[in-house]
């Protein structure tokens, strides 16, 4: 971001820094709905009651269920689940949009639920920006003046606004098209107007509440490349929230995959992939293709066992050779037409082998 941004600076939130690893924590967080959540939390932690016991005793509402989390910076982590599964209710949390019931939250150490009011609204202003599905754009401003807000609210001088606006508009592919309104734009230039008010006050973390799902899949796509190109150079750390799973493979360096307010499992799309904590999560990547998502490191066999088995290498220079991290698309393409094993090499050693065997077992989800 600009020279004119970083001027901006942080204020100081004036709570305790408790010292943080990651730059977001949630520790054992609950969040129940009820007039008698106090008394509902109490049983359940007591009886181990489930969601539906909890809403037929006290007529109340399990949204998070005891939901711990760590989330590094510039990880993009994906919180995904069914409609209802509390993974909304969960992102509110981080910028106290939603007190939780029990536990704690954690923001480069500062434990969010100790703010009082002018720096929690310094954290939410500085620290933390969000992008909804529903943008919420101002409709009586431009587009320059809509990504401006936030910058506006902090009181910053209207010369730098307008500058960090133009860069950042710049910056999402909307060049030229400050003077606009919003309902002179599409539904991707809409989304691309919310993405950059979130950014220009560059925050540290952003919070994306299915930013993409009301999009054609063509307009929907393109946005997702960009959004990842733009963090690899903004380097943001992203919480991310969707119902598609496929979007969070996508998207994310790790899933969290949520039901009736549990975190399910979580893992990188490999692990999630190739390792289902059980039926539920099984269900969901029963139609995913393992091909862009398995890695020669989890299919390879230890050369040592190739050779114990009977399998005998043939010469280096006969066989197709690969990376740990090659996926299987690339596996399978260097194995056609060739009868040899693929050889996996790290620091100029073979370190397994991968036969067209390996590759069915995990094309098939048996590695």
């Known amino acids: 971001m600009s020279a004119a941004i970083e001027s901006l600076g942080s204020e100081n939130l004036g709570a305790e820094n408790l010292g943080a690893e990651n730059l977001v924590v949630t520790r054992n967080v609950w969040k129940i709905f009820g007039a008698r959540a106090d008394e509902a939390m109490a049983a359940a932690l007591q009886e181990n009651l489930s969601k539906a016991e909890i809403l037929d005793r006290f007529e109340a509402v399990v949204g998070v269920r005891d939901v711990s989390i760590s989330v590094a910076e510039s990880e993009i982590f994906c919180i995904m689940g069914l409609s209802g599964s509390g993974k909304s209710t969960l992102v509110r949390h981080i910028n106290r949009l939603i007190e939780p019931t029990s536990g704690q939250i954690l923001v480069n150490g500062t434990d969010v639920g100790s703010l009082e009011l002018e720096a929690l609204r310094a954290l939410r202003a500085d620290r933390i920006g969000m992008v909804f599905q529903n943008m919420a754009l101002l409709p009586h401003r431009t587009v320059r003046d809509n990504v401006a807000f936030a910058l506006e609210l902090r009181n910053v001088d209207a010369f730098t606004r307008t500058k960090v606006a133009d860069e950042t508009i710049e910056l999402v592919g909307l060049e030229g098209y400050g003077d606009r309104m919003p309902s002179e734009l599409s539904g991707g230039m809409q989304q691309r107007v919310g993405l950059a008010r979130a950014m220009a006050a560059d925050p540290e973390i952003l919070l994306m509440d299915e930013p993409f799902s009301a999009l054609d899949p063509l307009i929907r796509r393109g946005l997702q490349d960009e959004f990842l190109e733009l963090s690899k150079t903004m380097k943001k750390t992203t919480l991310f929230i969707t119902h598609d799973l496929d979007e969070a493979i996508r998207m994310g ?20 992939v190739t390792q289902p904590a059980d ?12 091909l862009k ?7 390879m066999q230890p050369v040592q066992k190739f050779a114990d088995d009977g399998g005998g290498l043939p010469p280096l220079e006969q066989c197709p050779t ?7 698309d690339r596996l399978v393409g260097l194995a056609v037409d060739q009868n040899n094993p693929i050889v996996i090499m790290s620091d100029a050693k073979p370190v397994g082998i991968v036969t067209k065997d390996d590759l069915l077992r995990g094309i098939q989800g048996e590695a």
């Open 293 to 299: 998502l398995v890695y020669a490191h989890t299919v």
């Open 322 to 328: 690969a990376g740990p991290q090659d996926d299987l």
């Open 279 to 290: 039926g539920y999560v099984a269900d969901f990547v029963a139609g995913i293709s393992k």
């Open 253 to 272: 360096s790790r899933i969290a995959i949520m039901k009736d307010g549990q975190i399910v499992q979580t893992g990188t799309p490999e692990m999630i």
